[in-house]
């Protein structure tokens, strides 16, 4: 409640005490809170509620900023209190792509997604980001076998399996640190994409690095919360290298390259996803995320079929498979 006040005071100061209405707009998987304002006159905001001992606005408004001239559509950012948490931003709008999202419009929603990827990659430069390193990848492959299987699943892995798994993190990383890198806003998804005009509108982009062409790629086309058939999600791809190489983006000349790339990042992120909804569940008490864990798997196991340097990835998760089947079987009901 103290918290609401300290907001409704800043926002009588914005506004020069005119009258408005406050309603929570969102909330997401951290401490932060959104509400939407509406003012007397029928116009809205975004305010961004950022509790400064659990978060820090200043990376939110340097990739705002660094996106925004890229020419993409992010919140703008009207009014700024570091050192209470506050935002003040312009309101994108209600409906989620994932809301939005159907088979008729998918194609160009999508392509309008993929063209403001491109402007945010082509306005990349060294040094503004925190680099996609080895040391953040690994640290996000570690939260699988941490919380996902000895969390959640209640799994202690062999020491076999442990250096098979280990094998395979060092295969994964090799192919991600050795891809072209861009801006990468690390959720380009569903989620937070907005319908709005320019469309679409960008959101949740503070975690943003410098790092692997292909990870954005697939956070839209492997996304948690909806799926597509995979000749679509070809078909998108093909589109978005084309525009790519067209507009000198540094992503691989071969097709088929560049697709392998897209499926390597595409297993590192979703083997971190999988340990962040873990976590989540676990040490956070956030149970919305498990119902998006078989989907999240179900791209992980495709992909660590199709390729041989994935195989024993493959046998580790068809053993956790076979592990949880016979402790479903074995509890009484």
Same mark, same amino acid.
């Given at each position: ?27 997401d ?7 939407? $304002? ?17 978060e ?16 993409s559509?992010?919140?703008? $950012? ?24 159907t ?5 160009t929603?999508?392509?309008a ?9 082509l ?52 192919n991600?640190?050795?891809?072209p890198?861009?801006?990468v ?6 989620r937070?994409?907005?319908l ?42 093909i ?27 595409? $297993?590192?992120r ?11 569940y ?52």
């Amino acid at each position: 409640m103290q918290r609401l006040q300290q907001l409704d005071i800043w926002l009588q100061q914005q506004f020069n005490g005119s009258s408005y209405t406050l309603a929570p707009a969102s909330a997401d998987a951290s401490f932060r809170r959104y509400f939407r $304002v509406t003012l007397s006159d029928g116009e809205t905001r975004i305010v961004m509620d950022a509790p400064p001992q659990h978060e820090d606005c200043k990376p939110f408004l340097h990739v705002g900023k660094l996106f925004e001239q890229a020419g993409s559509h992010v919140p703008h $950012v009207y009014a700024q209190d570091l050192e209470q948490g506050f935002l003040l931003l312009s309101d994108l709008g209600d409906t989620t792509y994932l809301q939005a999202l159907t088979p008729d419009n998918a194609a160009t929603l999508y392509g309008a997604a993929t063209d403001a990827l491109l402007k945010i990659q082509l306005a990349s430069r060294t040094g503004e980001l925190p680099p996609y390193d080895e040391a953040l990848l690994r640290r996000e492959l570690q939260l699988f076998p941490d919380w996902y299987i000895a969390k959640y699943l209640g799994v202690t892995l062999s020491d076999k399996q442990m250096l098979k798994l280990e094998e395979v993190f060092q295969r994964i990383l090799a192919n991600n640190l050795a891809q072209p890198c861009v801006y990468v806003h690390r959720d380009f998804h569903s989620r937070n994409l907005m319908l709005s005009t320019p469309n679409p509108g960008v959101l949740d982009f503070q975690d943003a690095v410098y790092g692997p062409i292909t990870y954005d790629l697939a956070s839209l086309f492997k996304d948690a919360y909806i799926q597509w058939e995979e000749p679509e999600v070809m078909d998108w791809l093909i589109r978005y290298w084309e525009k790519a190489r067209k507009a000198g983006l540094p992503v691989r000349a071969d097709f088929g390259e560049f697709y392998r790339d897209y499926e390597m990042m595409g $297993v590192q992120r979703h083997i971190k996803v999988l340990g962040i909804f873990a976590r989540l569940y676990h040490r956070d008490g956030k149970d919305g995320y498990l119902k998006d864990m078989p989907l999240v798997m179900d791209y992980l196991h495709r992909a660590a079929a199709r390729y041989i340097d994935l195989k024993p990835l493959l046998n580790i998760l068809d053993e956790l498979a076979m592990d949880a089947a016979a402790k479903a079987q074995d509890t009484p009901t």
